[in-house]
């Protein structure tokens, strides 16, 4: 693993609802909202029905057009486990718990600002 992409610390606010917070390494602050991990999920299953409607990690499913809303509660982990020293695992109030979200694809799908600019940069070149 790049060492970039270990964290230093990782704050992951389950009680107050607002999140994980990942400092890493190389100084870089990451801010995940419970939804964007959970819309973010790195199973199979996930990662087929993001593919087939061509999402991102961490985009919001899309309505099918004229489709109501159903309505969803927020997600939040019922339960957080760290997987050896390489990722971290949430069981979901969905009862989803397949994802295990490696530091390397966190540190990729990282929502700030900086690092989505880098990504669609990135994108636009290949």
Known sequence: MESWAEPKSVKVNVTTGTGMEIVWKDGHISNYSFTFLRD?????????????TGRQPGDPPK????????FKPTAKPNQV?????????FIWNDKHD???YSWQFLRDVCPCAECKAVRETVKTKS
């Open 40 to 52: 973010a999920c790195p199973c199979a299953l996930c990662d087929e029905e993001r593919s087939k």
């Open 63 to 70: 309505l099918a057009p004229g489709a109501l809303p159903m």
């Open 81 to 89: 486990e760290p997987v050896g020293r390489y990722a971290i695992k």
């Open 98 to 100: 397949l994802g295990l």
